[in-house]
């Protein structure tokens, strides 16, 4: 089992950046692929981007590629996710998830973090 936890979001102004930290904690690090997802008021949640264990794949949805980086530090245990030329519409709040199949994919996630929110302001 995995423990995950984020930090990093916070108010920003609409073009500005931002950059999430997911700490995790528990068994292996490197055996769990990692994915962002984000939920805005009303909104069901959606995927955000994801990275493969080794760091190697990255998949992003269309909504942010561009301008959204995701990366890992597997000696940190911590995956990032660095957001640029942030809009309104990405506030939310931010959760990273693990999942132990090695498969990139916006499903399949076992393991949740609690969130952290994201206000973007115009």
């Known amino acids: 089992q995995v423990q995950l936890v984020e930090s990093g979001g916070g108010l920003v102004q609409a073009g500005g950046p931002l950059r999430l930290s997911c700490a995790a904690s528990?068994?292996?690090?490197?055996?769990?692929?990692v994915g962002w997802f984000r939920q805005a008021p009303g909104k069901e949640r959606e995927f955000v981007a994801a990275i493969s264990r080794g760091g190697i794949s990255t998949y992003y949805a269309d909504s942010v590629k561009g301008r959204f980086t995701i990366s890992r530090d597997n000696a940190k245990n911590t995956v990032y996710l660095q957001m640029n030329s942030l809009k309104p519409e990405d506030t939310a709040v931010y959760y990273c998830?693990?999942?132990?199949?090695?498969?990139?994919?916006?499903?399949?996630?076992?393991?949740w973090g609690q969130g952290t929110q994201v206000t973007v302001s115009s």
């Open positions: 528990g068994r292996t690090f490197t055996s769990y692929a």
């Open positions: 998830a693990a999942k132990s199949d090695p498969v990139l994919a916006r499903t399949a996630y076992e393991y």
